[in-house]
């Protein structure tokens, strides 16, 4: 077992050549696709073995075989030469294995701090969170791959280079005995990568045991000692490195060779087509002017964050420009939208295929058809032939592989799903086609494939920007070539008076002087994000959401209080106060369960079902007395939540609907518990309706036992493990899954914690209304969840605070009462509550904005 | 040339789908209760069941378009009582059906474009949004009627409410919805416009970098939620010769239910009206049912909730199941 | 696609078309005998309905037929239109309802009555088109103008005073309160009497605490509440007592004598009751009464019920229990709900 504070010079039984971690004769069948077949890797201490393959080729399932998320379905996976059986990634981050994970796993709603630790949990690690610890050993890993920023910010600042460096800093903090480096280099700048290949270093001196898959062979062929290939699920070579040459790596990968790999074709440059000048966006590129004419192949070199893919959206009208124009065969064009840049003609491939190019759920064909559905239509109805038409020609050209063309996208290589991206766009026939990063990660053939289609297409005269982080294909393919380098254009170069050092040279800093801090700057907005990042601006931010409830209920209080005294006096305020307690106990609960990005719907049949079973207990057997009471409501609140809980998730039903389900459930067994009966006042014992009308130094004791909930739920939720992982769950429910959280777990909890509030509620509301019937709390539901929303719970998760919640239930009880006292209609009210609800949120979505235009200079 | 190798026949995936099921357990319940529930045959009984789920079948249409483009109308209840009250009004003033009902109309697209312009343009959630605008337009509806009602409709109107399509046991008041039901079907499953919308639930990113106008397509669904509800609202005032504030309290939850019933997926891109609509009718069945089984309200939720939680679990758990059996007969390829 | 949606029509319109050569119940014009009567209260959870039911089933008891009682969740009328639809379904007799809205179940009601199922309304009427007779607990002019004679007694009759209902659709509740603002339109020694206030209690409990505490603290002069609703009176009177505000602020309406004994003993609140087990059984004779073609409704038709005598149809098809009485700390133990 590993202790945090333990140097690394202690990991494993550390000489150089022992075994730590392997795959032996591992095999993975997914729903009838073979990943891997009889795979055996093994990881030595100090030495990174590389990983090479082809996409599909099984190198992702060889990660998730040793990181615990799978488990193989034949052979083993050997720790230390012992058969293990990881059942989450939490055993094999126990057992010695950190993985840094290509989409990096990470909570945005968490801080960075949190991000580091959250997860790990080994022996001897406490409920509690040790903000001391945290503090001085996240500076020390944040030293240590370079990163300079506050540890209490929310890791949503960060750009997404910096939230690479940050996974990486977590898959270091476990002192692991392997490493497993899962396309670790994809988002980082040159600079960056160095960092890390540094750290390597330090590793491999340590005796830690690593691998490193990727997909750019400069750097494979830095940092492996041995590498092994990958095809088609099986193993075929394992060499060091020194022995295996690109070219008979490349040849391992694919059976063929590397040669004509970049087509040649006839520079035959038209007319301009496009054309920008002085094209601006503040903060993220700045006086971009070029040319690009019929037939030519214009690459943008550059960083990754050096603007290239922010001008690319500008030019597809996705984002608009703060200065400059953009001309068409001479004419300035104003693009507002996708759409408006299509119909001129112009085609942009992203670079995020899953995330921007494909629905995953549709077929090749429908997805190929996508962006022409216009154009298949016959009578208005689209026509399969039409649909067909406009796309076979294309996904032929690109040989593309495939079953039918009905078949979901999602079953596709990377390299298949590529061609049906470009299809798609060639089905537009545009004039100019910008391509964003079109050959990255995708296997050699199909690479070779594309770049034959984009030769094709220039020697047609189409006009092409293509933008890639890979030299080599930049040198290869392009006529003429930008390069970015911080938003401005620092170099231009036709063909042949390119190099590889020149166009790096361009793109890096002029003076390459090493810094501590590898943080690149941008032109324009530095100071006011770093200030925004740290210190006093961000707690301000922070705290506005709570302070403007509290005016809010000011700005009602106040004036109503001049026109109503009695809105101060003691039994108003008493009364309200109990109506308080009422709805924030149950409301803190529901808090619980949308952190972890669910929702409970069935709070007020809980509450019902709770509130009448105690009651009618208690008049038939009155000996159990208040407590047995109580003990019986929550016991059934607990009960539902539970079942809730379990649906959820071990019946994987999203939350919504079971609850939806629940909620008319429990509302049933109320009604047929009660059978139409009602328990009235004088059928329970005194006692327990006086339960509810105590007062301690004049408060209502409701109102207190609230609040006393309130608080051991806050601690529980910033200062506990559990606390901060129910967060996590809420801001990214993959990741949190990946390091190991325990999430089925957490979830019940926070379920079960939610009815068994609400079944509590319903004791102290049976005690307090005294006849309770089936109809208890009915429509209670709305309010609960109107409080918490309006309290600054986010719906999809990850945020708010327990203040908020209370905050918010109690402006929306100002408000009812307030208008009340102002002899408003009492049917009125309703439309303000709705009222209440949309000004909550739409406050919301202002701040949100504001604090999103000012990180915008800080997104890559 | 394409590769083409020979398509794996999936009998798994078709034969557990969800439509099929659906339709095998609503012909099972209609069957059971014609032969063992008394009086559930007669016209009168089903004549009425079908006109007592008039509104929800019109209301559900739309929904099941939003819910699909990842969006979600709360308020349709409310805009239903709303244009209800608006139709009422006008009536009340004088104004001839001619008049009244084409603006009844524009006051539901109104409502729906309120909470379009919420979703598109301020980018908020659609549940918060119309989880207020539930309450606000409801409330909108007591400050202009109060508490009162408006009872006293044209004839012909009160005769649409009332009366069954000619010698048929086909009630008026479901006539909207069997003219807009295949609408709707056409548009989701034939049009650009359906396949945009189920683009925008699969991948919203990847439907704005495809140049599909999200903003505009859901803005368009909003405001279509708030025409059909305007028709709803117009169905219920002549079924039940009554405008109100109060009007349709709560179905918003019934309709949701049912569109999840019938395969719509609330994380959106997925489902088709076919399933909902057998679930439409599985629903007004088994509450007709349970009614002449003399149960009540709160009690025929209780069945339709577990209906809707234990067709989900069974539904996963198949899907695990069938996964197994795909995985067995992939094994057996691997040990070749 | 397209054949999923035409297998769904075809099935679809192959039940219907099942469903309709299946034969048409008609009842018949007259009934001979005993029939079922489907009595169709306001809302499922209020214990008036219940205590009414055991007193039609006393009377079914002595003479036959038999009596069900169905009721929804919601007290709205378009859960009741549903099982108005349920018991012409299961072929009743005569339907017996409390309505949620007098105007709204008419046109199911009259479908019903097309069937041959005869209606007939107690506690709370319907569209007189609508039912045949009207079954009330006393007249409804009678009970407004008690309550309000009790509020003036209460008061002194000067000051101001607020109504808590049930919901804002209730006919009987409306009614009135309809009558008693004519009556103090009319009558000078209200003159110094004013309403302030109609608040909607919701046949909750809660609702209705609320509701009496906000009227109480928007109207600092408030001297007293009129709540003509059973759930109200006790719910409204507890809300006091917790605020300390029992006897500075009068109450009194129409409650179970049972529900509000406490207050009535100490006097704190006035109630006007009836014998609620006496209107199901009246209601039940009526109904049997009905259904024999017996009782058309016209004015001065007379029918016998049992135990409580003859019975006298008034205007209008109303018929009425009898005199409403005050509970007063002597005769509330006489009063069994």
Redo the contacts between chains.
């Keep these: 077992m590993l202790e945090r504070t333990a140097p690394i010079a202690d990991a494993g039984t550390a000489s150089d050549g022992t075994v730590v971690a392997a795959l032996a004769g591992a095999?993975k069948?997914f729903?009838?696709?073979?990943a891997i077949?009889d795979v055996s890797i093994a990881l030595r201490a100090g030495e990174v073995l590389a990983l090479l393959g082809e996409n599909g080729a099984g190198k992702s399932t060889c990660v998730k075989l040793l990181a615990g998320v799978y488990r193989p379905?034949a052979g083993h996976v050997l720790v230390g030469g012992d058969p293990v059986s990881f059942h989450s990634p939490l055993q094999a981050q126990r057992a010695g294995i950190a993985v840094m994970h290509q989409h990096p796993g990470l909570f945005p709603d968490l801080s960075i701090g949190e991000n580091l630790f959250i997860g790990q949990t080994g022996a001897g690690a406490s409920w509690l969170i040790d903000r001391g610890h945290i503090r001085t050993e996240a500076r020390r890993l944040l030293g240590l791959v370079g990163l300079d920023a506050d540890i209490d910010a929310p890791l949503s600042r960060l750009r997404t280079s910096e939230q690479q460096l940050v996974e990486i800093a977590r898959a270091l903090s476990l002192d692991a005995r392997v490493l497993i480096m899962d396309e670790p280099t994809a988002a980082l700048s040159q600079r960056e990568v160095e960092r890390l290949f540094s750290v390597v270093n330090d590793l491999r001196g340590h005796g830690v045991a690593m691998m490193f898959v990727g997909h750019r062979m400069d750097e494979i062929y830095r940092v492996a000692d041995r590498i092994a290939v990958l095809r088609d699920g099986r193993l075929v070579g394992t060499e060091s490195a020194a022995d295996l040459s690109r070219e008979h790596a490349v040849r391992l990968m694919v059976g063929r060779s590397l040669d004509g790999l970049y087509p040649h074709h006839g520079t035959v440059a038209g007319d301009v087509v496009l054309r920008a000048d002085g094209l601006s966006r503040a903060g993220v590129f700045h006086d971009v002017s070029f040319e690009l004419r019929a037939g030519e192949i214009l690459g943008f070199g550059g960083l990754v964050g050096s603007g290239r893919t922010e001008i690319a959206r500008v030019l597809f009208g996705?984002d608009q420009p703060d200065a400059g124009t953009i001309s068409l065969d001479g004419a300035p064009v104003h693009l507002a939208?996708?759409?408006d840049?299509?119909d001129r003609g112009i085609a942009?491939v992203?670079e995020?295929r899953i995330?921007?190019?494909?629905?995953?759920?549709?077929s090749i064909l429908?997805n190929a058809s996508?962006?022409v559905?216009?154009e298949?239509?016959r009578v208005?109805?689209?026509s399969r032939a039409k649909e067909l038409a406009l796309a076979t020609p294309f996904?032929?050209r690109l040989?593309?592989?495939?079953?039918?063309y009905d078949q979901p996208v999602s079953t596709l290589s990377g390299g298949n799903q590529q061609k049906v991206v470009l299809s798609?766009w060639l089905a537009t026939r545009p004039r100019v086609l910008i391509l964003d990063e079109p050959t990255q990660g995708i296997d050699v053939q199909a690479k070779a494939d594309v770049h034959a289609m984009i030769a094709d297409l220039a020697a047609q005269g189409l006009a092409i920007i293509l933008i890639s982080s890979e030299l080599p294909e930049l040198l290869g393919m392009c006529d003429r070539m930008i390069v970015l380098r911080e938003g401005e254009i620092s170099a231009t170069f036709e063909r042949d008076s390119a190099t590889q050092e020149k166009v790096i040279s361009a793109a890096t800093d002029a003076h390459k002087a090493e810094r501590d801090t590898a943080r690149p700057y941008l032109a324009g907005e530095q100071p006011s994000i770093a200030s925004e990042v740290t210190g006093p601006s961000w707690r301000r931010f922070f705290a506005r959401r709570e302070f403007g409830l509290v005016a809010a209920i000011a700005a009602v209080v106040i004036p109503i209080s001049i026109l109503?005294p009695?809105?101060l006096?003691g039994?108003?305020l008493?009364?309200l106060a109990m109506?308080a307690g009422l709805l924030m106990t149950v409301a803190v609960g529901q808090m619980l369960v949308l952190i972890t990005r669910n929702i409970d719907l069935s709070v007020a049949a809980v509450i019902g079902l709770a509130a009448y079973g105690a009651a009618s207990t208690l008049h038939v057997h009155p000996e159990i007395g208040i407590v047995g009471g109580v003990l019986l409501a929550c016991g059934i609140g607990l009960a539902a939540g539970l079942v809730n809980g379990f649906?959820v998730t071990w019946?994987?039903?999203?939350a919504?609907?079971?609850t939806?389900?629940?909620?008319?459930?429990f509302?049933?067994?109320?009604?047929?518990w009660?059978g139409?009966?009602?328990v009235?006042?004088?059928q329970v014992p005194q006692a327990w309706l006086d339960m509810t009308?105590a007062n301690l130094i004049g408060i209502p004791a409701v109102l207190l036992i609230a609040l006393a909930t309130l608080g051991v739920i806050a601690f529980a939720l910033r200062s506990t493990v559990i606390g901060r992982e129910l967060y996590a769950i809420g801001s990214n429910p993959a990741g949190a899954a990946l390091i190991g959280i325990p999430a089925r777990a957490r979830i019940l909890l926070a379920f079960a914690i939610g009815g068994l509030l609400a079944g509590f509620d319903g004791a102290l509301?049976a005690s307090r209304?005294?006849?309770?019937?089936?109809?208890?709390?009915?429509?209670f539901e709305?309010t609960v969840?109107?409080a918490v929303?309006v309290g600054g719970v986010a719906?999809?998760g990850g945020s708010g605070t327990v203040l908020g919640v209370a905050l918010g239930a109690l402006t929306l009880l100002v408000i009812n009462?307030g208008l009340?006292?102002?002899?408003v209609?009492?049917?009125?009210?309703?439309?303000?509550?709705?009222?209440?609800?949309?000004a909550a949120?739409?406050i919301d979505?202002y701040v949100a904005?504001r604090g999103a235009a000012g990180r915008k200079g800080a997104r890559a | 040339m394409t590769e083409r190798s020979d398509p794996a026949p999936d009998f798994v995936a078709r034969f557990a789908n969800w439509d099929n099921f659906l339709a095998a357990l609503t012909i099972a319940v209609i069957a059971y209760a014609l032969v063992f529930v008394p009086n559930f045959a007669s016209v009168f009984n089903i004549s009425q069941a079908i006109a007592g789920v008039s509104e929800r079948a019109l209301i559900v249409l739309p929904m099941v378009l939003l819910i699909i483009a990842r969006e979600i109308d709360l308020s349709v209840a409310s805009i239903l009582a709303l244009t209800s009250v608006v139709f009422g009004l006008m009536i009340q003033a004088g104004a001839p059906l001619a008049v009244a009902i084409p603006l009844t109309l524009v006051a539901g697209a109104a409502c729906g474009a309120f909470n379009g312009i919420l979703v598109t343009a301020l980018g908020l959630p659609s549940l918060v949004v119309t989880l207020g605008t539930m309450a606000l337009f409801r409330g909108i509806g007591y400050i202009l009627l109060g508490s009162g009602s408006v009872n006293s409709f044209p004839d012909s109107f009160l005769d649409f409410g009332i009366n069954m399509v000619g010698p048929t046991p086909i009630p008026w008041t479901i006539v909207p919805f069997l003219v807009l039901a295949p609408l709707f079907a056409i548009v989701q499953q034939k049009m650009p416009l359906g396949r945009r919308i189920y683009a925008i639930g699969g991948n919203p990113d990847a439907a704005r970098y495809s140049g599909i106008r999200l903003a505009r397509t859901v803005f368009g669904l909003f405001v279509t939620s708030g025409v059909v509800c305007a028709i709803a609202g117009m169905v219920y005032a002549a079924r039940l010769a009554n405008a109100r504030a109060n009007n349709a309290l709560g179905i918003e939850l019934d309709v949701i239910t049912i569109a999840l019933l019938g395969g719509i997926s609330v994380f959106g891109g997925k489902g088709s009206l076919t399933g909902v609509l057998w679930a439409l009718l599985l629903v007004a069945t088994i509450r007709n049912v349970l009614g002449l089984m003399q149960i009540g309200g709160d009690a025929q939720g209780t069945v339709i909730g577990l209906l809707l939680i234990l067709s989900l679990l069974a539904s996963n758990a198949a899907e695990r199941l069938f996964g197994r059996v795909r995985f067995r007969l992939a094994s057996r390829k691997v040990g070749e | 696609m397209t054949s999923h949606l035409l297998k769904s029509l075809l099935l679809a319109s192959s039940l219907i078309a099942v469903s309709s050569l299946a034969s048409v119940a008609n009842a018949e014009e007259c009934a001979t005998g005993p029939v079922t009567v489907g009595f169709l209260p306001k809302l499922d959870t209020d214990p008036y309905f219940q205590v009414a039911q055991t007193g039609a089933e006393e009377a079914a008891a002595q003479i036959g037929g038999k009596a069900i009682k169905q009721a929804p969740s919601q007290a709205t009328a378009e859960a009741q239109i549903e099982f108005i639809n349920n018991l012409v379904s299961q072929k009743v007799g005569v339907i017996a309802i409390s309505a949620n809205d007098a105007n709204a179940v008419a046109p199911a009601l009259k479908r019903a009555m097309q069937q041959g199922v005869k209606i007939v309304s107690y506690d709370s009427d319907v569209a007189p088109a609508a039912r045949t007779v009207f079954l009330n607990q006393a007249a409804g002019d009678s009970l407004a103008e008690m309550m309000l004679e009790s509020m003036g007694k209460l008061i002194d009759y000067d000051g101001e005073f607020a109504i808590l209902s049930s919901t804002p659709t209730a006919t009987n509740q409306n009614a009135w309160i309809d009558f008693m603002k004519a009556k103090m339109a009319s009558e000078p020694k209200y003159a110094k009497m004013k309403l302030v206030q109609v608040a909607y209690g919701q046949e909750s409990e809660q609702v209705n605490q609320q509701q009496a505490l906000g009227l109480a603290q928007a109207f600092p002069n408030l001297k007293g509440i009129i709540i003509p609703a059973g759930i109200g009176l006790p719910a409204a009177a507890r809300a006091m007592e917790q605020a300390g505000l029992l006897g500075k602020i009068k109450l009194t309406g129409l409650a179970p004598a049972t529900l509000i004994k406490k207050y009535i003993q100490d006097g704190s609140v006035q109630d006007i009751w009836w014998n609620v087990k006496d209107l199901g059984y009246l209601t039940y004779y009526a109904a049997q009464a009905v259904a024999e073609c017996k009782l058309t409704g016209k004015e001065g038709e007379t029918f016998k019920a049992g135990r409580l005598g003859d019975y006298k149809v008034g205007k209008g098809g109303e018929v009425l229990l009898g005199p409403a009485d005050i509970v007063t700390p002597a005769n509330v133990e006489e009063f069994k709900f």
């Design positions: 095999t069948v729903g009838g696709t073979v077949a379905d996705i939208s996708a759409r840049a299509m942009y992203s995020d995330g921007q190019s494909l629905v995953m759920d549709f429908t996508l962006t559905l216009d298949t239509t208005g109805l689209v996904l032929d040989r593309l592989r495939f079953r039918s798609k109503n009695r809105m006096s039994a108003n008493s009364a109506d649906v019946g994987r039903v999203p919504i609907v079971v939806l389900g629940t909620m008319t459930i509302r049933g067994l109320n009604s047929l009660a139409g009966k009602q009235s006042a004088d009308s509301w209304y005294a006849t309770v019937d089936a109809r208890v709390a009915y429509g709305l969840i109107a929303v719906v999809r009462n009340t006292l102002v002899r209609d009492p049917l009125w009210l309703q439309g303000v509550y709705g009222l209440v609800i949309l949120i739409g979505a904005r």
